[in-house]
């Protein structure tokens, strides 16, 4: 990774939030994902019908750490396609934040 990718993750708003993680069930569906890709996710952090990620009370089970303080997504690497698309401060992202209270970002 370079110098400036490793800053842009050590800085990125998401590493102190994870509120679009905790937003719905129906959030962190799959999509376009190969069954390969799929494949990769354990079993026991997919939902029964197989069709995204187990929630318990809207919060995804990958999902570690505490919303609006310090969280981190235990499949980084290989989650879901939808969760590579919501990014800080798009209207996903100001949805959420709101949900769990926190100031909205600003683009
Ligand atoms: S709600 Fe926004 S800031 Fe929070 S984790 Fe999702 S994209 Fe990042
Ligand atoms: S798989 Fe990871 S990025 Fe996607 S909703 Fe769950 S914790 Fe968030």
Known sequence: MSDAARRSEVESPCQACGACCAYSENWPRFSIEEDAALDLIPKELVNAKGSGMRCENDRCAALAGKIGEAT???????RPEVCRTCMPGDAE????????????LSV
């Open 93 to 104: 992202c100001a949805m959420a934040r709101r949900k769990h209270g926190l100031p909205v």
């Open 72 to 78: 981190s997504c235990t499949i980084y690497a290989i």
